[in-house]
């Protein structure tokens, strides 16, 4: 890694700073602006309707200080690691409940991301490698198709046709925490098909296409004519230089598998991250609003900078120097 | 060069490269924006799609025509019956038609996935183009931005921007158009930044030409292969979103139908049996999303012939 490289790597690192200040003051103020009144749904409806704990609930919470204040206060506890208190999970740390969720949402997206590189990098190779043959054509419509169909329309049609006609696999994953491992597996099939099913559609259709670029390059090429066997130029070559790009890609869908888990975990009741949010802005409670989309904010932000230096690790042709992020 | 001779040229391409040999270059475009339409008809997945997308319109507009009723009409005794002669695609828990829901839902969805996609090229197009041509704390500022938008998963803003501001048909065109246009300001900043090197650019400031002639004129037109296939796809990108923030009793509320509420509503039958008010308005959904899809990637392919052969 040259000293260019690295005083690149390290802007990007300080520059997460501002952009999550940015991103709190984006959703602090979204949430401010918002009509309706959170103390409200936090005191409960029988409460609500005597102003006087309102008023005490609205002191508690430090809801009675300016905008501001309020802000400049909060920002200080995340600091200091304190996301503050929900204001109806019982009342519970938000940190706590996203450490506590986040597992099952690693856990259930790591999995369909497993699942769908493996089947989605053979799949990029043969079509790229058969260019124009009938299993390229099959690979491409089919992506197509699989990246055009709701998640979740297939996760419903999933529950219904294989959980309840069926009844092979069971419709709702309240439970899985507690199962064991052998039966605990089933309540990971139908959720990892549906995540796992656009991932497989994208990351081969790219995978073809890095494929496709890498096997025209001139290396490849004196590979070949140096009398190198096809397979030998395939993965001794091509497919090391094509899974570069690979890496980048696979960084940069971190948001859109954050975005998946909100639908999936709610339909199938997935105790995530996802189902989380999907809870907490239902019930407007603001603190865990701000700290699960700061967290996820600040996964991505960082995964992006890992990207990158992975990036330059596997690939030694690379230098970053660019101005950062730019 | 004048606009207008510059208008379809990918900006890729360069024109020596493209040129009929012993055509000249006035010449030689038009025959290149022909090239495009050519090169788009050939692709037969993306005729397909835009057939569809075509015939999807036709049923918006004509709705009314079609639908064979009120999409709000309660007929009693009608309650979650199977498709039948009289009622194409059966009925729902509120014995209302599927069919005439569906076909008033195309209305809707087509129509937040376009004034959606207008906000965001509105956006994406200025701020991508300032910032491109621009520079300095111009870029900085709209890149920052677009480094947060892009951070945050899309649909966790949207929901949570959906719930606080009330659910409605505006509010979910409001929150899909600010939310996705970080992407396309990306690509025409660097479009921009790209352009704004050549020649043709430098010529037109040595004349005194203003910023803004030069940024409309000369680097738009030549920007605008990318703002094209940006735009199909966001099509297809926002009407899954509206599909998505509606299912998920978020955006456009019911009665008025959207595919999204259809299924969201119609998915609390599913356990009873009533599969079709789940199975036809997310094929619907798949559909058009399909088409769209195939279209832009269609048009990308049209546009830079060259990524296609390799």
């Known amino acids: 890694m040259t000293g260019d490289t690295g005083a690149y790597l390290i802007r990007r690192v300080l520059l997460i700073i501002p952009l999550l200040l940015g991103l709190s003051i984006l959703m602090f103020g979204m949430t401010q602006a918002a009509p309706g009144d959170p103390v409200l749904a936090l005191v409960g409806p029988q409460a609500a309707a005597r102003p006087e704990v309102v008023e005490q609930a609205r002191e508690n919470f430090g809801l009675n200080q300016p905008l501001p204040i309020q802000y400049v206060r909060w ?111 089933q309540y990971f099939i139908l959720p990892v098909i549906v995540l ?42 091509a497919l090391r230089n094509a899974l570069i790009p690979m890496v980048t890609v696979i960084g940069l869908q971190l948001p859109q598998i954050l975005s998946g888990a909100v639908i999936i975990e709610q339909i199938f009741a997935w105790p995530g991250l996802g189902l989380l949010a999907y809870e907490a802005i239902g019930r407007r409670d603001y603190p865990v609003i701000l700290g699960v989309t700061l967290f996820a904010g600040a996964a991505v932000m960082i995964v992006s900078v890992l990207v990158d230096v992975v990036y330059v690790l596997i690939d030694p042709r690379v230098k970053l120097t660019g101005s950062a992020g730019g | 060069m004048s606009t207008d001779s510059t208008l379809s040229r990918s900006p890729n391409t360069p024109s020596e490269g493209t040129a009929e040999p012993g055509g000249s270059l006035a010449r030689a475009v038009p025959q290149q924006r022909f090239g495009v339409l050519r090169r788009l008809a050939r692709n037969k997945l993306a005729m397909v799609g835009l057939v569809v997308i ?113 659910p409605s048909l505006t509010t979910t065109i409001v929150v899909i158009g600010l939310t996705s246009w970080s992407g396309t300001a990306r690509l025409v900043r660097g479009q921009f930044l790209q352009l704004k090197g050549q020649e043709y650019v430098t010529a037109a400031r040595s004349i005194g030409a203003p910023s803004f002639r030069i940024m409309f004129n000369h680097l738009f037109p030549n920007a605008l292969a990318v703002i094209i296939v940006q735009t199909t796809l966001w099509l297809s990108a926002a009407i899954l979103l509206e599909a998505s923030l509606s299912y998920l009793g978020l955006g456009v509320q019911p009665p008025q139908p959207s595919w999204g509420n259809i299924l969201q509503d119609g998915q609390r039958d599913l356990i009873s049996g009533a599969w079709w008010l789940t199975l036809f308005p997310g094929l619907a959904i798949f559909l058009t999303v399909l088409s769209f899809n195939l279209v832009g990637d269609g048009l990308r392919d049209a546009f830079d012939p060259r990524a296609r052969k390799r």
């Open chain 1, 75 to 185: 920002l200080g506890n995340v600091v200091q690691g304190d996301l503050g208190r929900s204001y109806t999970f019982n009342n519970l740390p938000v940190l706590d409940l996203i450490t506590q969720r986040m597992w099952g949402t690693i856990q259930l997206q790591g999995l369909a991301l497993i699942i769908a590189l493996s089947i989605a990098i053979p799949v990029g190779i043969i079509s790229a490698t058969r260019q124009y043959s009938l299993p390229d054509h099959l690979v491409t419509v089919g992506s197509f198709i699989g990246l055009a169909i709701p998640n979740f329309w297939l996760a419903l049609l999933l529950q219904i046709w294989i959980g309840v006609q069926l009844g092979w696999l069971p419709v709702l994953s309240t439970n899985q925490a507690r199962a064991d491992f052998p039966e605990r597996i």
């Open chain 1, 196 to 237: 796992a099913l656009p991932s497989i559609a994208y990351f081969a259709r790219f995978m073809r296409s890095a494929m496709l670029e890498v096997i025209n390059q001139d290396y490849v090429t004196v590979a070949r004519a140096k009398g190198l066997g096809p397979r030998a130029v395939l993965y001794r070559h």
């Open chain 2, 54 to 166: 075509v015939l999807l319109y036709l049923i918006a507009i004509f709705a009314p025509l079609i639908a064979r009723g009120d999409p709000n009409q309660l007929t009693p005794g009608l309650r979650n019956q199977p498709p039948s002669l009289e009622s194409w695609l059966g009925t729902d828990r509120n014995t209302r038609d599927l069919w005439a829901r569906l076909i008033y839902g195309t209305r809707v969805s087509l129509s937040v996935g376009l004034a959606a996609v207008v906000i965001i090229m509105a956006i994406g197009i200025t701020l991508g183009a300032l910032a491109g041509f621009f520079g300095g704390i111009v870029d900085q500022l709209v890149m920052r931005t677009t480094d947060i938008l892009l951070a945050v998963p899309q649909i966790l803003l949207l929901i949570t921007a959906a719930a606080l501001f009330q």
